[in-house]
């Protein structure tokens, strides 16, 4: 049974828990999921038991599904989505952006893609106290990129310091996508700095490009990511970092 549920209550194959007993049983689980510290054997040990109902133990499997699901999305460090889901979604959006008007769920316009990464990144490494420094540097750059999208913008951590922003765009105003990414582009570079190891405030900053996709054109994910970080690319060598 699994260590955190409640001490006081046994279990008892003889006969069926009470509904009181049912519920803090199956609430307790529910923590125990989401806390990551749950296992598909302790539920139908507790369903056998008669511990919790059939309809409890269905519902609670489907819980442990969808946070195992979410878990495996998700960066440790960054708490972004992992590059695993990258090209699914953006092949998603692209179907949702040349679906018919009455299947869309969304009324996009364009998709955008921004590509970007943390310059001289290895010297945050290296000269600034290791790779804790480049971690605190990686979580700050993906906070500023959650404070600067909106909730339908997905975020992924791609590389060891690259990212990537898929924006589903329903304004259909083109001077509106260079004001999105000029947005984003200061709300992530704007004062960005990371401590060291001695507490001293060491300023960075990423190199960022975008394509986007109109209603209309042509193009599978792999071929805007590439464009993307290609526009990244040239924005890094003008700037020679």
């Avoid at 040349?98 to 970007?116: A, H, T, W, Y």
């Avoid at 507490?199 to 805007?224: C, H, Q, R």
Wanted: negative net charge.
């Amino acid at each position: 049974m699994n260590p955190n549920l409640n001490p006081n209550l046994k279990f008892y194959p003889e006969r069926r828990a009470s509904s009181l007993e049912e519920r803090i049983v199956y609430q307790t689980f529910q923590e125990s999921i989401r806390a990551g510290s749950c296992k598909v054997q302790e539920l139908h040990i507790a369903h056998k038991q008669e511990l919790i109902t059939s309809e409890q133990c269905i519902s609670l499997l489907f819980l442990l599904a969808e946070e195992l699901e979410k878990r495996a999305s998700i960066d440790v460090l960054t708490k972004v989505l992992n590059r695993a889901f990258l090209e699914p979604d953006l092949e998603g959006l692209i179907r949702e952006l040349n679906s018919d008007i009455e299947k869309r769920r969304l009324p996009i316009q364009s998709v955008m893609v921004i590509f970007l990464d943390i310059r001289r990144f290895k010297d945050l490494n290296d000269n600034h106290g290791g790779h804790k420094v480049g971690d605190r540097a990686l979580v700050t750059v993906a906070e500023r990129l959650k404070n600067g999208t909106k909730r339908q913008d997905m975020i992924f951590r791609v590389g060891g310091d690259e990212f990537v922003v898929l924006l589903p765009i329903t304004d259909n105003n083109p001077q509106l996508l260079e004001t999105i990414f000029e947005r984003i582009t200061n709300s992530v570079n704007t004062n960005l700095s990371v401590e060291d190891h001695k507490g001293v405030s060491i300023p960075f900053s990423v190199s960022m490009g975008f394509e986007v996709l109109n209603k209309g054109d042509s193009a599978t994910a792999v071929e805007l990511l590439a464009k993307a970080d290609g526009k990244m690319y040239e924005e890094k060598n003008r700037t020679k970092n």
